[in-house]
């Protein structure tokens, strides 16, 4: 009962937050001189604490994420002047590790989405990525095991050029570290952790030597550094230290699942996206170019556990088998396909009407370590504090069976930048709860709408139920065959802020 109410909330949020209205400056530049003065800390509070240092921005959490929000303020015109720390002890930051062509791909993997291409291209990272081991894909192909019905994607079907790219997440992050070496911000990193963080409260500004200071945020690292940030950026995952800091609670539940993670290699090129639900959960086959794909399989723990450690010709034998004829049939036929359809709908059938199913490429090696993980959910009551903001998996997690997680992130990154700089451009206090309430209402719902639909697809394959299979069935074989729903589907999944069959 009290995991139906906590789903209750959840969904309800959906619907009490309304779209915020963006401000956009033409005269960017213009004003961007006016305010440059009021972005800055004033000399004579440096001269009352020289000795700790102060910035504009700091950002918790040097990641992905992170690491793409220094990108972006160090990117636009409004925000390339702040003052930027970024915190992590992560000695990737600082040593920028080499990553070898002919090492086999890292089985910690992100399928980016053509939205988050695009902030990557605007921000100056994409072309980093593209000089390593990258796989765009253009086809999908989605089905269960009942064999009752099947869907196959095309980036044609919605008039793109493809459906994502599969990068290494540690490509992606070396991409973001060399584009932020390219860029004119004033940053500095800090090689520790975060160990406390005292916010600004009535009194403190009220009573404080310093108005200024007083009305800052202070952060205690964990090398006994000492710091002062107008606005704090929470990056640093769903154990986030910022989050536990400012109080923030947060809303969720555990699947009782984890993931299995590794790479496998195929006799020849795997080009497709490949995704079967199972009674226990999805496994996803992903290419990573050159032969190698990425296996992404949700399970019971124990069964992980086991698939974990057990023998390599064992775990190819089990894998081939849930990719295939495991736990059911092929989908052989199409219940809505071919002649059967009335000539009403034939305008808006989708050319993967008249392809057949198809047989994912065998597997034959494992080339990496296997990883798993437990699965959960989580989302936070709150996105932003006085001084504060969450991003990414601070902010939330979900069940990774579309892959959706890490693009959610860079979502977050994309808004957040916008109203940073918007606040510069008019002179407002970038950490102040109301400019930053733009951000909350803007990605709480967007976040909380895809929140909905990836725990209700973990739901609904977690049962085998027969009126329930026929019913999802029925559901693959609409998206495979009506033109409008299929095009929903991909928009949605891509990025674009349309929620499917309500558009």
């Not at 509070?45 to 793409?68: C, R």
């Not at 080499?98 to 072309?127: C, H, M, N, Q, Y």
Request: some cysteine; hydrophobic content about 40%; glycine content about 6%.
């Amino acid at each position: 009962m009290s995991r139906l109410i906590t789903t209750r909330r959840l969904a309800s949020n959906l619907f009490t937050f309304k779209q915020a209205t963006r401000t956009f400056c033409n005269d960017a530049s213009t004003k961007l001189n006016n305010v440059l003065h009021d972005t800055q800390f004033n000399k004579e509070d440096e001269g009352v604490t020289n000795d700790v240092p102060q910035h504009d921005v700091a950002i918790v959490g040097g990641g992905m994420v992170g690491m793409a929000l220094a990108c972006s303020l160090a990117s636009m015109p409004l925000t390339k002047h702040l003052s930027i720390a970024i915190i992590d002890s992560n000695p990737a930051l600082t040593n920028m590790p080499s990553i070898k062509k002919d090492d086999p791909p890292d089985p910690r993997v992100s399928t980016v989405t053509p939205a988050t291409i695009s902030l990557f291209k605007g921000i100056g990272a994409w072309e980093f990525v593209e000089q390593h081991r990258h796989a765009y894909f253009d086809k999908m192909q989605v089905w269960d095991y009942t064999g009752f019905g099947y869907t196959k994607y095309n980036a044609r079907d919605a008039d793109k050029d493809v459906l994502g790219c599969v990068v290494e997440n540690k490509v992606l992050h070396k991409s973001l570290l060399s584009c932020l070496q390219k860029k004119d911000l004033k940053k500095t990193i800090y090689s520790a952790r975060l160990s406390s963080m005292s916010l600004p409260t009535r009194s403190s500004v009220s009573n404080g030597s310093s108005k200024s200071l007083a009305n800052l945020a202070k952060l205690e690292l964990t090398d006994g550094t000492n710091l002062y940030a107008k606005l704090v950026v929470g990056s640093d995952g769903n154990k986030s230290r910022v989050r536990e800091l400012s109080g923030i609670k947060t809303t969720g539940w555990n699947y009782s699942q984890s993931a299995v993670i590794c790479t496998v290699q195929h006799p020849s090129e795997n080009s497709t996206a490949w995704q079967r639900f199972l009674p226990a959960g999805p496994i996803a086959l992903l290419p990573i170019g050159n032969n190698y794909s990425n296996i992404v399989w949700t399970m019971s723990p124990k069964d992980a556990s086991n698939h974990k450690i057990m023998n390599e010709h064992d775990f190819i034998k089990a894998v081939n088998h849930a990719l295939d004829s495991g736990h059911g049939p092929r989908p052989e036929s199409r219940i809505l396909g071919g002649d059967v359809i009335p000539s009403f709908f034939k305008p808006n059938v989708t050319s993967a009407v008249n392809e057949g199913f198809e047989i994912p490429p065998k597997v034959v090696k494992v080339v990496s370590e296997r990883m798993a993980f437990p699965l959960s959910l989580m989302h936070a009551n709150d996105y932003v504090a006085k001084r504060v903001v969450l991003i990414g998996d601070a902010a939330h997690t979900v069940h990774p069976l579309a892959g959706q997680g890490v693009n959610m992130g860079y979502a977050d990154v994309a808004v957040l930048s916008n109203v940073i700089g918007d606040g510069v451009a008019v002179g407002s206090d970038i950490g102040e709860v109301t400019l930053l309430k733009k951000y909350e209402i803007e990605r709480k719902t967007a976040n909380i709408a895809m929140m909905a639909v990836l725990d209700g697809f973990q739901k609904a394959y977690s049962v085998d139920f027969g009126p329930l299979n026929i019913l999802r069935a029925a559901a693959f074989n609409g998206a495979n065959v009506f033109a409008p729903l299929k095009r929903n589907i991909i928009s949605y999944a891509s990025g674009e802020r349309r929620l499917p069959f309500l558009s």
